[in-house]
């Protein structure tokens, strides 16, 4: 798969979108044969849904579907890449190297794509993580690469957990990764995957202060945001959710030129932000909605909203609707086509504007729905 597709190349796979008599047609030619290299046998009603993604040396596909007979043959052997196969729910029994292995929620295998396997996929589907990593790349960061080969790994905690947290995160951005982007996700993906097989000492201490600690951070960064900056939240509560020291955490975002209580605050900020603009609150005070948001003092929730937006909370509600800010975004930027309005002066920002500078939260030209995906 990695040979297959360009290098930051993103789509969706779904059998739902074809005619129920031409699914098993599409889903052996299309999603078999040419995406992923195997023969599809439907063993019930053929579904799926996946997502595939080619970065560079690393294809990804993440998804779910129903029964089926999945067969490498020789005649579709192209690459010899490293395939990993994660359950994330449901389970398979993976048949290669003359072993059998079943695949379980919570496990994980590491094949060998240059030569011939067997999964079944079990009654009632399956949720899947599959990565094929370029075996030129993955090989010198790991050990004994033949000694990870149909060796179950779990998938529950330490870097296998990061590295399939990771996996998801790249999977939502969708198609707005830039070729840099793509670049250094990959980068971190195999970090993570070597630490998680067994890396060779230099490669463990390269990882660790690259990729772990990239994956670390974005973790932390969407449990904060589903959290809401809410006000009882602290960076020892933080920490112990994720097994690491408070002052760990601190450094992580000092790392990223930013600070815990900052971010924290800003998550705050724009659930202010959202709840001021959004209809349903119009009854509500100010102030309520200040403290309801995580602030515990009104002045400092009126600096701090002033000094980022611009205006006063009272004059933003007065012109609500206008503009909607989402905090679900991790290292967000002003969207593109607002970017280029405003730097060109075509029209006025709603806060102090400046070329190059990173905000807070992330512009959309709809009005936001409160929820944090």
């Known amino acids: 798969m990695t040979a297959t597709m ?3 190349a993103s789509f969706r796979l779904a059998t739902e979108m074809f005619p129920e008599r031409d699914r098993v047609e599409i889903t052996r030619e299309v999603y078999g044969r040419t995406v992923l290299r195997v023969d599809l046998d439907p063993l ?33 052997i192209d690459n010899d890449d490293f395939v990993l196969l994660a359950a994330l729910d449901g389970g398979s029994v993976m048949k290669h190297r003359g072993r059998e292995e079943a695949v379980g ?54 870097a296998m957990r990061l590295l ?11 198609d707005e990764l830039t070729a840099e982007a793509c670049h250094l996700a990959a ?9 998680a097989m067994g890396a060779t000492r230099d490669a463990a201490q390269i990882a660790r202060g ?55 605050m800003n998550q705050r900020l724009a659930r202010a932000h959202r709840m001021l603009g959004d209809p349903r609150h119009a009854g509500r005070s100010i102030t309520a909605i200040a403290f309801e948001a995580g602030f515990n003092d009104l002045s400092t929730f009126n600096r701090r909203f002033r000094r980022i937006m611009g205006e006063t ?19 967000p930027v002003p969207a593109k086509a607002d970017t280029q309005a ?22 959309t030209t709809e009005n936001d729905t409160g929820k944090v995906p």
Request: aromatic share 8%.
């Open 6 to 8: 360009g290098p930051s």
């Open 44 to 76: 019930a009603p053929a579904q799926i849904d996946m997502r595939v993604r080619a970065l560079p040396g690393l294809g990804i596909a993440t998804g779910s579907s129903s029964e089926f007979r999945v067969h490498r043959t020789s005649s579709l």
């Open 105 to 158: 929620n919570g496990q994980a295998l590491m094949m060998s794509g240059d030569e011939v396997g067997l999964n079944l996929i079990g009654a009632g589907g399956f949720r899947f993580i599959n990565l094929s990593f370029s075996r030129k790349q993955l090989s010198p960061l790991i050990g004994d690469p033949a000694a990870v080969l149909m060796r179950p790994l779990p998938t529950q905690s330490g």
């Open 164 to 174: 399939l947290d990771y996996i998801n995160s790249i999977q939502e951005v969708g």
């Open 187 to 195: 980068t971190h993906v195999f970090d993570l995957a070597a630490l």
């Open 210 to 264: 690259r990729g772990v600690s990239v994956a670390r951070l974005r973790a932390i960064k969407a449990d904060i945001v589903a959290h809401g900056g809410h006000v009882d939240l602290s960076a020892r509560d933080v920490a112990a959710r994720h097994g690491l020291s408070a002052r760990y955490v601190r450094k992580l975002f000092e790392s990223d030129g930013t600070s815990l209580i900052d971010f924290m």
């Open 313 to 331: 909370p009272r004059n933003y509600r007065s012109r609500r609707g206008a503009w909607a800010f989402s905090a679900s975004s991790i290292g």
């Open 342 to 363: 405003f730097a060109s002066g075509r029209r006025k920002p709603p806060w102090p504007y400046r070329r190059n500078q990173r905000y807070p939260f992330e512009i």
